[in-house]
């Protein structure tokens, strides 16, 4: 169904053309929005971890240095995209397409606002899963098609990485939908209405463990292990160049954009106000208001923090040693949230915290 004032726009188009004319817009929309909100992060990626390193960073295109995204996607633009002799053509073109369309995809879900998804289906959160597990194939695939040596080694060693990553990841979500009772996405925020009602606060070694698995499954520092190595050179994307190149990190930003988003909502009641259920005075009651607007701030509000979290950790953390990293993830967070869980299900029989009356 499409909103009323959607349709009255769009009467002069039959039923089911008036569904795609109007669902396509709103995805195009959201495409472009998180494609702009990605290009600002690299920049502010730049000046934060400038400032913490006691540098000026960019500041020379435009006011601020705020055009410098798009200098660079120009710069990128005009290089040459230099494909192997020998490689596999069709699948070397179709591995960064691989590795950013999943990402994109999963915005589909995403409740941004009170009563506002793009797809508003029952098994979201399978959905997501589904989707960001897609995202590995597009790894394997630039480092096989290749035919590089070192391409191949990069590529294995990040599958390795965000397949350990993704079990922690999707047990950490166990917990979640036990509290929730639902894997919709707009009704596991609604479930963490009231005072306390962030499943953060009974949850908070499924959400350490959910977020540091975000992190590695990013390949973000310090888990960029599979690009940062002398022996890879430069990992799976070594021998891509120009806008291939450039997708391969396109993806990259989405995902962390993406994973933000997810801790939001999964721990942090997404657009839901942190004050929700206190009796706020006179104008502060705004804080609390369902409006569309004051529920997106929220939500946008709560990214920001996560994804200046991911820039911290850049430029503060060693990178860590690719045994440290797989044992991490096999050892300590896959038993942690199955520990977790059990504590979980205890609190279930006894009506604590999200289960209680």
């Known amino acids: ?75 990128l633009l005009l290089k040459e995209i230099v494909i192997p002799e020998k490689s596999n053509r069709f699948l070397f073109l179709l591995a960064p397409l691989l590795a950013l369309i999943p990402a994109l995809c999963t915005w589909a879900v995403i409740p941004l606002w ?23 194939y597009g790894v394997i695939l630039a480092g096989w098609a290749a035919n590089s040596k070192y ?93 291939a190149f450039a997708v391969f990190f396109v993806a990259e930003y989405v995902n962390m954009i993406l994973i933000s988003a997810l801790t939001s909502i999964f721990f942090f009641g997404g657009w839901l106000s942190p004050f929700e259920g206190w009796n706020l005075p006179g104008w502060l009651a705004w804080i609390n208001s369902t409006h569309p607007f004051v529920g997106f701030l929220w939500l946008f509000a709560k990214i ?12 503060t953390f060693p990178r860590y040693r690719y045994d440290q990293i797989m044992r991490l993830g096999w050892k300590i967070f896959i038993p942690v949230t199955l520990v977790w869980i059990a504590v979980l299900m205890v609190f279930s029989y006894f009506k604590i915290g999200p289960w209680a009356a």
């Open 1 to 75: 169904m499409i909103p009323e004032f959607a349709a009255s726009l769009l009467s002069f188009l039959p039923g089911w053309m008036q569904a795609v004319v109007y669902y396509g817009v709103i995805a195009v929309m959201l495409f472009i929005s998180v494609i702009l909100v990605m290009a600002f992060l690299t920049l502010a990626e730049r000046r934060v971890i400038g400032s913490i390193q006691a540098r000026i960073g960019p500041n020379r295109v435009g006011p601020f240095g705020i055009l410098q995204p798009f200098a660079d996607v120009l710069k």
């Open 151 to 243: 391409a191949f080694l990069g590529a294995m060693r990040a599958a390795a990485q965000m397949v350990a990553y993704e079990i922690a990841m999707g047990f950490a979500l166990v917990g979640v939908v036990m509290a929730a009772g639902s894997l919709n996405l707009g009704e596991i925020v609604e479930s963490q209405r009231g005072v306390g009602g962030y499943f953060f606060w009974w949850m908070i070694p499924l959400f350490v463990v959910y977020f540091i698995s975000g992190l590695a499954e990013t390949n973000r520092a310090p888990f960029d292990v599979v690009e940062g190595e002398s022996e890879i050179v430069a990992g799976f994307h070594v021998e891509y160049s120009g806008m």
């Open 304 to 315: 920001s923090f996560f994804l200046f979290c991911f820039l911290w950790f850049r430029a």
């Open 114 to 136: 009170p009563g506002f998804t793009v797809a508003n289906i029952n098994a979201g959160l399978l959905y997501i899963l589904a989707l960001t597990s897609a995202g590995v």
